[in-house]
């Protein structure tokens, strides 16, 4: 999706924020936050994430505090809370395309600068988890390295300079509002991606807003296209899904004349928020039957407004019968486009089916057809996520 200004002119450098654009970070600090509160009598409830996105450890810390009445200070939450949160540095994931893009940038000799409000030793620890990173940035920077924090540009404006490259030249891939506003009051042209889900109609102030990293087109700003797609699909590490199929929203076969097997999301919350929304495909196995092509929209279908993520697969095979309780295994294999909206149900529709057409064709390519031997497709469902 794009917003703003037209995407017209050439940039010479990509600057990164690094927690919740490359870097899975929100889902252990809920984790540790949870843990912290306990300790101090209190329970997380999640409200405070929206506030917190983007912001500098103090600022933070004075949130949480004022929401849950903490009789401590800024310093003590942060001196008490840190050691937690650094245990887990470890087991931090980078987000889907984050390496991909770092490894074509530094392939493609395009200069990176990490900018983050965390500070500097946080940003390198954190980093240090993540094969090939550290040598791919010429630049880091720690909002304990400046004197103003996001949404003050003085960061950006910080690492262009260390680059020797124009602001106007410089591109910003950010996820939180006041990094966003940080860099376009440095002059520089930004990439919003959405940390929070649901919330791209308030990244108006970016040049464009995406999805997910995997949807970033490099060339729209004159830098090297990424060469990895392939007949309209793009290759991702293999994911793998399942449980009883149940009854979906009503609408597959009887609105869209698509017959989906809904598979219920209980089990699987912390996965869903691991993988962006948007449109897959694979392979499915049903636990009466054999394995089929199947394509699968994974996210809150904006045309019907969905409230939960929801997982909606369509088995690309003919069926005499409903399979309602029957166990479906998935093994998601690749990625074709962005979720989106659509003016009309016809041109839904017609989408939906060019996506099948483009499943369908894929999943016949070897880089693809092997996975129909994936051991999660051929072992009794265990109701538990596996990665081979």
Not at 212 to 238: A, M, N, R, V, Y
Not at 290 to 314: D, L, Q, R
């Amino acid at each position: 999706m794009s917003v703003g200004n037209p995407l017209n002119k050439s940039v010479s450098c990509v600057i990164l924020d690094l927690d919740g654009t490359l870097l899975n970070t929100d889902g252990i600090v809920s984790d540790v936050l949870k843990v912290y509160l306990v300790n101090h009598g209190k329970q997380w409830d999640g409200r405070e994430a929206q506030q917190i996105v983007g912001k500098t450890l103090s600022e933070a810390a004075a949130v949480i505090i004022d929401d849950y009445g903490l009789s401590i200070s800024a310093d003590e939450l942060i001196s008490e809370f840190t050691p937690m949160l650094s245990d887990q540095w470890c087991n931090i994931k980078a987000l889907p395309g984050a390496s991909r893009l770092i490894k074509h940038f530094r392939g493609e000799n395009v200069q990176m600068a990490l900018a983050s409000n965390s500070p500097r030793v946080n940003i390198e620890a954190k980093v240090s988890y993540q094969s090939g990173w550290k040598e791919s940035f010429s630049v880091v920077i720690g909002g304990d390295e400046v004197t103003a924090g996001k949404p003050s540009p003085e960061i950006f404006l910080e690492a262009a300079k260390k680059l020797n490259i124009d602001p106007s030249k410089c591109l910003v891939i950010e996820d939180s509002l006041t990094g966003v506003m940080a860099a376009k009051a440095a002059g520089m042209k930004v990439v919003a991606v959405p940390s929070l889900q649901k919330q791209s109609h308030l990244y108006t102030a970016a040049d464009e807003a995406i999805n997910s990293l995997l949807d970033l087109q490099p060339e729209k700003w004159g830098l090297p296209p990424f060469q990895d797609w392939i007949e309209s699909t793009l290759p991702i590490e293999p994911w793998y899904i399942g449980g009883p199929v149940i009854k979906g929203f009503g609408r597959g076969s009887k609105v869209l004349g698509i017959p989906t097997a809904n598979i219920s999301t209980k089990k699987y919350s912390v996965v869903l928020s691991e993988h962006p929304s948007g449109v897959y495909f694979g392979w499915a196995k049903l636990s009466e039957g054999g394995v089929y092509k199947m394509v699968v929209s994974i996210g809150w279908n904006p045309y019907f407004s969905n409230t939960e993520k929801a997982i909606e697969p369509w088995l690309l095979h003919e069926f005499d019968e409903d399979f309602y309780g029957k166990e479906l295994h998935l093994a998601i294999v690749g990625y074709i486009r962005p979720e989106a909206n659509f003016p009309s149900l016809d041109s839904l529709v017609e989408k939906i089916h060019e996506d099948r057409r483009v499943a369908e064709a894929a999943l016949e390519l070897p880089l693809y057809a092997k996975y129909t031997d994936a051991r999660y497709l051929r072992k009794p469902l265990n109701g538990e996520n596996n990665h081979l």
